[in-house]
């Protein structure tokens, strides 16, 4: 079975631009979080997204936004791109409250800003 | 808030050497508790997890266990290999106050290296 997939792999963005990123969760799971990881440091809560209605935001400014579509893949946009803003971005998906709230995380999006 | 401590790294071992890198969580209620690792350049992989107190997560040869009456929940494997050598992230499940959102709430990570 495939896992979650997350696109594109690899992204370089200069300070001001805007960036789209994709995530397509394992197959069954309904739920879609949004996490980033700044180097050297734990994962931080984004977005949870469960039958394309927010569930939970974390603590980040409005230039962060988020949706899923019917199909249960979700994208997460970045508005006015700040240097601050480079990190890995997980995806993880999930039954959402089921299975002991277990999420399953796809292979990341390295974002680069310069 | 809830949050997670782990021991500062990094940590190297040699082959076969036993490991334990600590995790104390604070949280309301009863949170479930996760091992993550990351292994370079990759995204992370849930290693073990467990969810009442007195509870022992296992997976590869890893083992940590909830304990309740001390916020714990330490891993411990008793002979590494160098292909264990990753980050480990400790995480416990968050289900926040808003709208029923379930996140996870991670350490900062312990980077292993085990040395042949």
């Known amino acids: 079975d495939a896992g979650v997939t997350q696109s594109p792999t690899h992204l370089i963005k200069t300070r001001g631009q805007q960036v789209t990123l994709r995530c397509s969760p394992i197959?069954?799971?309904?739920?879609v979080s949004w996490y980033q990881q700044v180097l050297g440091q734990g994962p931080q809560f984004i977005f949870q997204?469960?039958?394309?209605?927010?569930?939970g935001r974390g603590n980040f400014p409005d230039r962060f936004s988020a949706r899923q579509f019917p199909n249960y893949s979700s994208e997460l946009n970045v508005n006015a791109l700040l240097l601050g803003d480079s990190a890995l971005y997980l995806c993880?998906?999930?039954?959402?409250?089921?299975?002991?709230?277990?999420?399953?995380f796809g292979p990341g999006t390295r974002l680069t800003v310069t | 808030g809830n949050s997670v401590t782990q021991m500062e790294g990094p940590v190297t071992l040699s082959e076969e050497a036993f490991l334990t890198i600590n995790c104390t969580y604070t949280?309301?209620?009863?949170?479930?508790l996760f091992w993550y690792v990351q292994y370079p350049g990759e995204g992370l992989q849930l290693l073990l997890k467990?969810?009442?107190?007195?509870d022992k997560g296992s997976n590869k040869g890893f083992e940590a266990t909830y304990r309740k009456e001390t916020t714990s929940f330490h891993l411990e494997k008793g002979s590494v290999q160098v292909s264990d050598s990753a980050v480990y992230f400790c995480?416990?499940?968050?289900?926040?106050?808003?709208?029923?959102?379930?996140?996870?709430?991670f350490g900062k990570g312990t980077k292993l290296t085990v040395n042949p």
């Open positions: 993880a998906s999930s039954f959402f409250r089921q299975t002991n709230y277990e999420q399953y």
């Open positions: 197959s069954g799971h309904k739920s």
């Open positions: 997204y469960y039958e394309k209605e927010e569930r």
């Open positions: 949280a309301t209620g009863y949170p479930s």
């Open positions: 467990a969810t009442k107190a007195d």
């Open positions: 995480a416990l499940s968050d289900l926040g106050t808003q709208g029923g959102s379930e996140k996870l709430v």
